[in-house]
């Protein structure tokens, strides 16, 4: 390469010793040894005492000198780190960023696409570590609610907690007494600071529940099925009796969408801008006449969990740390961790004046919206919300200006409905299939196999490197190389199969275990 | 009962002042981040689609020449002084900040074939084919003043080719023979021939700097060593090189501009296979210079564009054309790594920023940041299909873009009737010989 600043390499300081400056602690400790020598022999000893004196401060000066040069901030040389190495970061945490596993290394020849494959691993490895450690600094934590020895956590009632918690987290529950308009639905924003209430008989109104200020108030004069959100608490969607309309927050009508008749419930896709009927979650859960709640995994369409209930759940929400509220007639359940473990009772219950019509998780926040025949309800589920959010997505103390610059940059990302699909990364992978034509396609058009693995042929070394006898060990090295590759990959392939082969037994054992009418008759 | 709910204390939340910047917490947690592939896909494609609406690659161009521009030489020190010499003598020294012309001087009757700058910045050389080689003084004569070289050199025969040594007071010369001359004598110290009658030019390394290379006349590259008395050795190809240029990082390989639309990058330890075969002109390629970092290279052609190529890229990566420019001549990259000076046929030079999209000058931290980001994510997705076709895409005069699909056409052609032999013919009588080795005819030490 070429390096302009030769100059410089011609002075080297290798033999030059640099006289340091005196520290403080090398007079006390030759002071000390000094002492120590008085005190243990006088007389004849004394010279030999100071020969060995001078020495270990000779070997002690140069210690230091090696050492000091390199590191001017340790103030004493001899103690060492008892940390050594970078802080250890704990697994669970690594593992909440981690994305995908490592890619399979490509072939032994393919220099340049292995040198960039091993690069970008590396590149993504820092970047999880480096999110796992700014975990640490994030400000809030979540809630919780731990019952005493006997207590029931389902037992506990609102007005308990309400009175353990701070005054502000304590006016979050509250009830408001709107009897005259039908059961109300409800929508929380996505940033979670504005809340939409919409009764059966017309009634539409939009508030800062925190504060409870009222933005607007409106009766539409016919019956409301659903209420929506859009992207920010600047517009939300009605589903009346007929037709869909848009509202902008101060009450005035924006769009009458006709081609929309009867809906009955509504979902926001944010991150698509459409308002969709469809469910944006990992988890699906449903719930039936049959008395059964049922935990669906979305990607893979199975029923993960079946719980019993006393009566059909007419209403659920599910929060954005896992809790699950069911709603049955007037009395409202919360679950906890549903999606993973087993539950057999309920984390949370709250009885209601009215019969259970909405039910929404408020997005930040510790706080379950309740719409009922008799108004609006806000419970307290301690941990229901997630407590540190991200500023650039959904900040519920943003500002007028950066609420406008987060929707032009929000638009300006929209994700086009193409691209919506059950598996959200497929974008990244490597498209197998095309490729493949594309390589069929390049074989037939060029004659031969540009990718073909070309035949090796062993460097003809000099010095009497290349003797028979050592080639036909290079030969021999990568040929056992390749057959070691060629195992491996049957092997795993084997084991794919096996693993195949036990999941379709068990499931097999699984159907066949269900007892029918007929079982009496087989021997 | 042991009790926790979230509450947020406002003052960590909301600035002090309006005079303070907002605050923005953040979580990087992915659960709070979904769709992160679907939407920096759409990301990369906003970015790819404004990179094309930024495009502007043409920045100034420089006109006072009488003739069309035969050859530029960039100033050792200073990244804003040019020199280019024309077709009929005139030596031009242009200001590229203020694009004026500072100085002018009748050089040579007849072309300036050759300039370059000496190490110092204080003269500079050029040769013209009044057989004469001429050192000039890099400041303007004074008030009252002739302009009179420093130093003249009567050769017997025409001088095509100029350069100078990296550090020592040597040039040297091409013309009939490889010249190298010592600055203080008036004949050559030495003179390489290897039964070739004529050089077209001869070029330094910058890297190995006792190292050069000429291309000759019969279709071959020689490369000399300045220590030794013959040639080291040569490597001749189907068709005849203009110019080349060494690698400014590597220290081996060199590019050179062939007759034959493509360009070589050889290896000088290895010259029976070039590296790369970069293809994409339409006619004869003229120059070539690198860029300061050796990762690219720019290409001047007989078909009125200049294409930019990595330095590993088999086709090139951008293409600059205006309808004003004709043929150009000699091309240069600028030291800073910015910009392209080219100059033409119709007596202008151009001045093109080297990244078209690039926004000159200062940039703040946050625009910094964001244009890396945005380059990052291009490079991410570049293979996928719409965002390659966004990439990729680039207007063409049309005679270009015909020329382009005719010599498609023609390369398939050849193509099929190569494998149709193949195919028809006992297996291994006729050898895949791979498009790299196409080219070169033999190597010869």
């Known amino acids: 390469m070429a390096s302009p600043g030769e100059a410089s390499v011609n002075e080297t300081h290798?033999?030059?010793?640099?006289?340091?400056?005196?520290?403080?602690?090398?007079?006390l400790q030759e002071e000390e040894r000094k002492d120590e020598n008085k005190v243990k022999k006088d007389g004849e000893q004394s010279k030999e005492a100071l020969q060995q004196e001078e020495d270990k401060t000779q070997k002690a000066k140069k210690r230091k000198q090696d050492q000091s040069p390199s590191d001017g901030e340790k103030v004493k040389p001899e103690k060492s780190d008892?940390?050594?190495?970078?802080?250890?970061?704990?697994?669970?945490?690594?593992?909440?960023?981690?994305?995908?596993d490592k890619l399979k290394k490509p072939h032994r020849k393919q220099h340049k696409l292995r040198d960039i494959i091993a690069r970008?691993?590396?590149?993504?490895?820092?970047a999880q570590?480096?999110?796992?450690?700014?975990?640490?600094?994030?400000?809030?934590?979540?809630?919780f609610l731990e019952g005493d020895e006997d207590e029931d956590t389902c037992m506990i009632s609102q007005e308990d907690i309400a009175e353990a918690v701070d005054i502000t987290s304590g006016a979050k529950y509250f009830n408001l007494k709107l009897s005259q308009f039908g059961p109300y639905r409800l929508d929380y924003s996505k940033t979670g600071r504005h809340l939409l209430l919409g009764g059966r008989r017309g009634h539409v109104a939009c508030i800062d529940w925190a504060s409870k200020q009222l933005m607007c108030e409106i009766n539409v004069m016919e019956s409301v099925n659903d209420v929506k959100w859009l992207h920010t608490e600047a517009m939300y969607a009605v589903a009346q009796k007929k037709w869909l309309y848009i509202y902008d927050s101060n009450g005035i009508e924006l769009h009458c969408i006709r081609k929309f008749n009867d809906v009955l419930?509504?979902?926001?896709?944010?991150?698509?801008?459409?308002?969709?009927?469809?469910?944006?979650?990992?988890?699906?859960?449903?719930?039936?006449?049959?008395k059964k709640l049922k935990v669906y995994d979305v990607r893979t369409f199975k029923p993960l969990k079946s719980y019993f209930l006393p009566a059909g759940a007419a209403c659920l929400s599910l929060s954005q740390k896992g809790l699950l509220s069911a709603a049955t007639g007037d009395v409202v359940q919360v679950y906890k961790d549903v999606c993973s473990m087993p539950v057999t009772k309920p984390y949370m219950a709250h009885r209601l004046r009215g019969t259970v019509w909405g039910l929404h998780f408020c997005p930040f926040e510790d706080v379950l919206g309740i719409g009922h025949g008799d108004g609006f309800t806000s419970m307290l589920v301690p941990g229901a919300g997630e407590p540190n959010f991200d500023g650039l997505d959904a900040n519920p103390y943003r500002s007028a200006k950066q609420r406008q610059e987060w929707e032009v940059k929000a638009l300006m990302e929209k994700i086009q409905p193409d691209l919506i699909s059950l598996d959200p990364t497929e974008l990244a992978q490597v498209d197998q299939a095309t490729w493949e034509q594309r390589h069929q396609d390049r074989v037939e058009v060029l004659g031969f196999d540009p990718l073909a693995k070309e035949k090796f042929v062993p460097k003809y070394k000099k010095k009497g490197r290349s003797s028979a006898g050592a080639i036909e060990r290079r030969k021999k090295q990568v040929a056992h190389e390749e057959q070691r590759d060629v195992i491996r990959k049957?092997?795993?392939?084997?084991?794919?199969?096996?693993?195949?082969?036990?999941?379709?037994?068990?499931?097999?054992?699984a159907l066949s275990t269900q007892k029918s009418a007929l079982d009496r008759f087989k021997k | 009962m042991k009790v926790k709910v979230i509450a947020r204390n406002p003052d960590d939340y909301v600035r002090e002042t309006k005079l303070d910047i907002q605050r923005v917490p953040r979580n990087y947690d992915p659960s709070l981040h979904p769709f992160e592939v679907s939407r920096e896909y759409t990301r990369a494609l906003n970015a790819t689609k404004l990179e094309r609406v930024f495009a502007k690659p043409f920045v100034a161009s420089l006109d006072g020449h009488r003739d069309g521009v035969n050859c530029m030489a960039k100033h050792a020190k200073s990244?804003?002084?040019?020199?280019?010499?024309?077709?009929?003598?005139?030596?031009?020294v242009w200001n590229l900040s203020k694009h004026e012309c500072v100085r002018t001087l009748q050089a040579h009757e007849g072309f300036v074939r050759g300039m370059v700058v000496r190490y110092c910045g204080t003269s500079f050389f050029t040769v013209g084919d009044d057989k004469t080689i001429k050192q000039w003084k890099m400041e303007s004569p004074g008030y009252g003043e002739e302009e009179e070289p420093i130093n003249t050199i009567l050769g017997k025969t025409v001088y095509t080719g100029l350069d100078h040594h990296q550090n020592d007071p040597v040039f040297a010369t091409c013309g009939q023979q490889v010249d190298i001359w010592d600055e203080q004598r008036s004949s050559p110290i030495r003179s390489f021939t290897w039964g070739v009658d004529s050089f077209s030019s001869v070029h330094f390394n910058p890297v190995e700097t006792e190292l050069l290379a000429s291309c000759a006349s019969d279709r071959s590259i020689v490369l000399y060593d300045m220590r030794e008395s013959t040639p080291l050795k040569k490597v001749i190809m189907a068709m005849r090189s203009n110019t080349l240029s060494w690698n400014p990082m590597e220290a081996y390989y060199f590019t050179c501009a062939n007759e034959d639309y493509n360009l070589y990058t050889y290896d000088m330890r290895y010259l029976a296979k070039p590296i790369m075969v970069h293809m994409d002109h339409v006619s004869a390629v003229l120059d070539v210079d690198y860029a300061p970092t050796g990762k690219e290279f720019v290409s001047a052609s007989f078909d009125k564009t200049i294409r930019i190529f990595a330095k590993d890229g088999g086709h090139s990566r951008e293409v600059y054309h205006t309808k004003r420019m004709q043929h150009v001549i000699c091309i240069k990259w600028s030291a800073d790594n910015k910009y392209i000076l080219s100059g033409s046929d119709e007596m202008n030079i151009r001045l093109w920023k080297a990244n078209a999209a690039e926004k000159l000058g200062v940039l703040a931290p946050r625009e910094r940041e964001a244009a890396n980001y945005s380059q990052k994510l291009k490079e991410k997705f570049q293979h996928h299909p719409q965002i390659r076709r966004i990439a990729r895409h680039r207007h063409l005069p049309k005679t270009i873009y015909h020329q382009t699909k005719e010599l498609r056409v023609m390369k398939e052609a050849r193509r099929r009737k190569e494998r149709n032999v193949r195919k028809h013919s006992k297996p291994g009588s006729v050898p895949v010989v791979s498009e790299k080795e196409k080219h070169v005819v033999t190597v010869v030490k």
């Open chain 1, 265 to 290: 419930r509504m979902q926001f896709l944010p991150y698509h801008f459409l308002l969709a009927t469809a469910v944006s979650s990992q988890y699906m859960v449903t719930s039936g006449m049959d």
């Open chain 1, 14 to 27: 290798v033999g030059k010793k640099k006289k340091l400056p005196a520290r403080y602690w090398q007079e």
């Open chain 1, 129 to 143: 570590k480096q999110a796992a450690r700014f975990d640490l600094l994030l400000p809030e934590e979540a809630g």
């Open chain 2, 79 to 92: 990244l804003s002084t040019l020199l280019s010499g024309s077709c009929d003598g005139e030596v031009k």
């Open chain 1, 120 to 126: 970008s691993e590396d590149a993504s490895e820092m």
């Open chain 1, 490 to 509: 049957s092997v795993e392939d084997k084991m794919k199969m096996e693993k195949e082969r036990k999941e379709r037994e068990r499931k097999k054992a």
């Open chain 1, 82 to 100: 008892p940390f050594p190495g970078p802080a250890p970061i704990p697994e669970d945490r690594l593992q909440k960023f981690k994305r995908k």
